[in-house]
């Protein structure tokens, strides 16, 4: 088995989700003669990962003095769990306290 098949296999057992790319469909290219593109970088995340960080992208840079692309991780949402209920003890001697419990 080669190592692109390993990397392969490894990245399937471990449940690995290649992000959507957005800005072009290459991070690498040669021109010339015989121009070649290529997508050879890539952010992989879990897919816990990827329920915590809802609308997550990879964004391909601008790379006007290379033939390499640089890529960005953008995330517009952190998902959070529900706030823990905190309670401070000297809410307790504050006047009137007892009445507002009492009210609501």
């Given amino acids: ?3 692109m098949q390993e990397f392969h296999n490894f990245i399937n057992y471990s449940a690995l989700a290649d992000l959507p790319l957005r800005g072009g469909d290459f991070t690498w290219s040669r021109s010339g003669g015989d121009a070649v593109c290529s997508r050879l970088d890539r952010f992989l995340v879990s897919l816990d990962w990827e329920e915590q960080f ?3 992208v990879q964004s391909r840079l601008i790379g006007p003095l290379s ?3 640089s890529l960005s991780l ?10 823990p209920f905190k309670f401070e003890n000297m809410w307790l001697k504050a006047e009137g306290f007892s009445d507002l419990i009492e009210k609501w």
Avoid: Q
């Avoid at 953008?74 to 706030?83: F, Q, Y």
């Fill in 1 to 3: 088995m080669n190592t």
């Fill in 54 to 56: 809802l609308d997550s």
């Fill in 67 to 69: 033939d390499h692309f």
């Fill in 74 to 83: 953008e995330s517009t949402k952190l998902v959070r769990g529900k706030a």
